[in-house]
């Protein structure tokens, strides 16, 4: 069973850091793509990283550029999410999800996990 966990959410004042977690089991890396979103309330789904497990190609939103860093550990089968300089704007749950090619669209995304909650305060 494929399995998606996420970790690390919490609250932080504005300018903090957090490093969200996606630890992954039923499956190894290899051939997929593993994306960070967020859903803000009120908002749509919202594509914030993804990296290619294929040839570790990055791909990140402009509202996150120069401040989300997105890595993986093959070896543990989980993916980070460094996110520094955080802004109240940042505040969503993000949810991780597998896929099969880099892409920032949900649709491209079949497996999720089940969220974790930032907060950032001003």
């Known amino acids: 069973e494929v399995q998606l966990v996420e970790s690390g959410g919490g609250l932080v004042q504005a300018g903090g850091s957090l490093r969200l977690s996606c630890a992954a089991s039923g499956f190894t890396f290899d051939g997929y793509a593993i994306g960070w979103f967020r859903q803000a309330p009120g908002k749509e789904l919202e594509g914030v990283s993804c990296i290619s497990m294929s040839d570790f190609s990055t791909y990140y939103a402009d509202s996150v550029k120069g401040r989300f860093t997105i890595s993986s550990d093959n070896a543990k089968n989980t993916v980070y999410l460094q996110m520094n300089s955080l802004k109240p704007e940042d505040t969503a749950v993000y949810y991780c999800?597998?896929?099969?090619?880099?892409?920032?669209?949900?649709?491209?995304?079949?497996?999720w996990g089940q969220g974790t909650q930032v907060t950032v305060s001003s």
């Open positions: 999800a597998r896929g099969i090619w880099l892409s920032p669209f949900p649709t491209a995304f079949g497996s």
